[in-house]
């Protein structure tokens, strides 16, 4: 009891019926916490703390911040023992890719994170049990919580569960990166926003046509890169933005 009040302060009243919805959600996912009350906090979104000034701490925030360390931990473990011929750059790229918001969110749905949250009315009315960045930084803050209820191994097994899938689509996708996911994933982590895609130019015939795009990031501009499509050329541009921002030619 004490080590929970160091870690998160105020506690909230769970009542029977949210109990009994929790419990019914680790059945499902196939987890189990000696904790409920931490699950719980990992589905508090900061915006009900923000509209309830008695809860004013009672959000998932820090715990997001934990699981993230252990979901990047054992997906980073997890690829070092499974591709050891595989070079550092090349590894760091798909975990970037397997535990963007772009994987995360689609998981998040998938154990049914969307009506387990607790959102504050202006979210709420918002449709945000639907939005990316909500569903994925749940994702990262059950991680948390069960981390801390039930030690690493078990939250890496939890992990592991939906991200080695994952792990293997790229890598049957024989290595063509999402590279506007990383770019993104990467951009946003430094600066919270989102990369701008121009297009400036095309030639050639109509049903030939070639593109020409650019990418800002901020006041940077990388390109512009050339494709058979519009997505072929973000995909090159993003390719190379991402690796002149992780300092490669």
Do not use: W
Not at 158 to 168: A, G, N, S, T
């Amino acid at each position: 009891m004490n080590k929970k009040k160091k870690l998160f302060f105020n506690s909230k009243q769970i009542s029977p019926e949210r109990i009994n919805q929790l419990n019914q959600f680790c059945k499902t996912n196939h987890i189990k916490f000696s904790d409920i009350e931490l699950l719980d906090l990992a589905f508090h979104h900061r915006s009900f703390s923000n509209e309830n000034t008695k809860h004013k701490r009672y959000n998932n925030e820090r715990l997001e911040f934990l699981g993230d360390s252990v979901l990047g931990m054992a997906t980073a473990a997890f690829l070092y023992m499974d591709m050891d011929e595989t070079p550092e750059g090349d590894l760091a790229k798909i975990k970037a890719q397997v535990v963007s918001e772009k994987v995360l969110a689609p998981i998040g749905l998938s154990i049914g994170v969307d009506k387990m949250l607790v959102l504050g009315k202006g979210e709420e009315l918002s449709k945000g049990r639907k939005k990316p960045a909500i569903l994925a930084d749940c994702v990262e803050a059950i991680i948390g919580a069960y981390y801390i209820d039930s030690g690493y191994e078990k939250a890496s097994e939890f992990v592991l569960k939906f991200i080695i899938p994952e792990i293997r689509k790229v890598q049957q996708n024989k290595g063509n990166l999402d590279y506007k996911t990383l770019l993104q994933e990467l951009f946003q982590k430094e600066s919270k926003q989102c990369p701008f895609y121009e297009l400036i130019k095309t030639s050639g015939p109509h049903h030939d046509q070639t593109f020409y795009i650019s990418v800002h990031l901020g006041n940077k501009i990388f390109g512009p890169c050339e494709g058979k499509s519009k997505k072929d050329a973000e995909q090159k541009v993003a390719k190379l933005a991402y690796e002149k921002l992780q300092g490669k030619k």
